[in-house]
Each structure stands twice: as C-alpha cells, then as structure tokens.
C-alpha cells in the first residue's frame, strides 16, 4: 500500500531541511525531545511502518486507524520517518493543488513556526509541496493527507478561540 509514494516522497526530503543550517542548533532539536516521563511519536504515512519493522530502539504503537512510532531521540537522517523530514510544515491537499502550511502541532515547540515557510528555505518549502504532490497521487495517502488536515483545521479553530 502506498510504498512507492512513500519512498519518493521520502526521497525528495532526503536533504532539504528547514534552514540551509542545522535549525536543531538553535533550539536544541526541541522536536525531537520527550517531555519528561511521556514518549512522543510520530505518525506514520500509511504503509510506512513496513520500513521499521526490523529496525533497532524504534517502537510501534497504534494509534486508532493510524500507526504512532516512537523514536530512539536520534537517528540518521536515512531513518527518519516522513512527518519529521516535512516538520514543521505539512502538504494540504485542496481544490487548486497541495498547499504547503505550517503544521499547527509545531506551533508550541517550533521558534520557526510564527514565520511560517517565509522565513525558511525555499527549497526545503518546494520539496514539502512536492513531496505532498507525489503523496496525493496516491489515494490511500491522500486520504490520509486530508485526515491530518481536517485534524489541522480543529486545531487551528481551538487555538483561534484560545486567541493563539
Ligand atoms: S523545533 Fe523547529 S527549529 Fe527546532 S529542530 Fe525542530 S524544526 Fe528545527
Ligand atoms: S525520528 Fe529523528 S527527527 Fe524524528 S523525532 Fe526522532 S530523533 Fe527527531
């Protein structure tokens, strides 16, 4: 299911990255830390738990219709899984195309998400548009595209009623 895309998408992100320096520097890869006492995962792109079915420290944990998997706290950039390579943006599927946005769950730990993709690389930016593209083509992954954006749009509300 979806490997194809998944691959390609995952290869197209394979160097991009949000600033054409390390970002990790500047806040201490605050993306990859757990808060104390609590495990974070990522989800995982449908299919892409087949890629770590054999890899050492990662864990796989379900999380509903979707698969969380959490991280040894580094890895190689080969290993990474797709949300962490498109972190913090993510590819919205809508009717003139895929639209790049910042994810609004980095918003709490990202210093890059306020500016959003102006203030990042726009190559890293193209390659998440892309990588999107590639990812709708597939219907099982783009169904799971408009999942995380329906779940980005309650997000967006709450944290508008919040007065984020
Ligand atoms: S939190 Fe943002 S700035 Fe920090 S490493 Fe992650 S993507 Fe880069
Ligand atoms: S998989 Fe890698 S990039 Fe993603 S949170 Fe874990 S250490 Fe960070």
């Known amino acids: 299911m979806g490997m194809e895309s ?6 197209l992100l394979a160097e991009v990255t949000p600033l054409k320096r390390d970002c990790g520097r500047i806040c201490g890869a605050r993306c990859c830390a757990s808060l104390e006492g609590e495990e974070t995962g990522m989800l995982l792109f449908p299919g892409e738990e087949d890629l770590y079915e054999t890899a050492d420290g990662w864990r ?3 999380a509903g219709r979707e698969m ?5 706290g580094k890895c190689r950039r ?9 972190f913090p943006l993510l590819p919205v599927p809508g009717e003139d195309g895929i639209r ?5 769950r980095s918003r709490a730990v990202c210093p890059l998400a ?18 999107g593209e590639t990812l709708a083509a597939d ?5 799971f595209l408009l999942r995380l954006a329906e779940e980005q749009e ?8 919040l007065g984020g």
Request: charged residues 35%; contains cysteine.
């Open 6 to 11: 998944i691959l390609k998408a995952r290869e």
């Open 60 to 62: 796989m944990v379900p």
């Open 68 to 72: 969380l998997i959490i991280c040894p």
């Open 78 to 86: 080969e290993d990474r899984p797709l949300a962490c390579r498109m």
């Open 100 to 104: 790049v946005r910042t994810d609004e």
């Open 114 to 131: 306020r500016q959003g993709k102006r203030g990042m690389d726009p190559a890293f930016a193209g390659a998440v548009k892309q990588a």
């Open 139 to 143: 219907p099982a992954q783009k169904a």
């Open 154 to 161: 309650e997000l967006r509300t709450l944290r508008k009623r």
